[in-house]
């Protein structure tokens, strides 16, 4: 006996595919555009809640606009450093964990990062600006950009474009990231495979 019987199969390929024709048909919900200069990364946020800030406080209130989708995100680069100054300093880093550091990144790439998430963009963001708490209080030193503790000393300016996509498509925006990630050639994250 099957473990899964074809009838199955052809049902979850339907949802598949109408999830995915409404992307085809739609493209994105929204997107949102926001500047980031790594400057503004203070060490007092690590302490006090970044999205109460007078520099971030517009930004994290439109994310919370659109927490229950699903989103991708993408980091650019919109200041001078280059692909190999950024991976330069992301090596020098200390008592985080680094970014993913491509073996073979892309050197005139302006993209520094493509990420999703299923809900709560906002969160994520947190996480990659390097402040993201466990419930202990304690500062987390797991994934992300931890822009915070690499970027500020650079003085790295970035734009961050939220792409919001309908609920259907949560489970797959790992199609959907890796589709962006092939396009826009990002310099530091997972290596895609085309």
Same mark, same amino acid.
């Given at each position: ?19 995915? /024709? ?9 997107? /949102? ?57 992301? /090596? ?103």
């Amino acid at each position: 006996m099957n473990l899964i019987e074809s009838n199955t199969i052809k049902s979850w390929g339907n949802d598949i595919a109408n999830s995915f /024709q409404i992307v085809a048909n739609n493209g994105y919900k929204s997107v /949102q555009q926001f500047e980031i200069d790594s400057n503004d990364l203070e060490e007092k946020f690590i302490y006090e809640d970044i999205r109460d800030s007078d520099k971030f406080r517009k930004m994290f209130s439109e994310l919370q606009q659109i927490e229950n989708s699903p989103c991708v995100y993408v980091f650019e680069v919109v200041s001078n450093e280059t692909s190999i100054d950024i991976i330069q300093k992301i /090596q020098l880093m200390e008592g985080k964990t680094r970014p993913a550091i491509k073996k073979n990144f892309p050197l005139n790439s302006r993209i520094l990062y493509v990420g999703k998430v299923k809900k709560c963009v906002w969160g994520r963001i947190i996480m990659h600006l390097g402040y993201h708490t466990h419930k202990s209080g304690k500062l987390s030193n797991s994934h992300g950009l931890q822009l915070y503790h690499w970027a500020t000393e650079m003085g790295l300016k970035l734009r961050i474009h939220v792409y919001e996509f309908n609920e259907d498509v949560a489970d797959y925006m790992e199609v959907i990231e890796k589709k962006f990630a092939t396009s826009l050639k990002p310099i530091i994250g997972k290596e895609t495979v085309t």
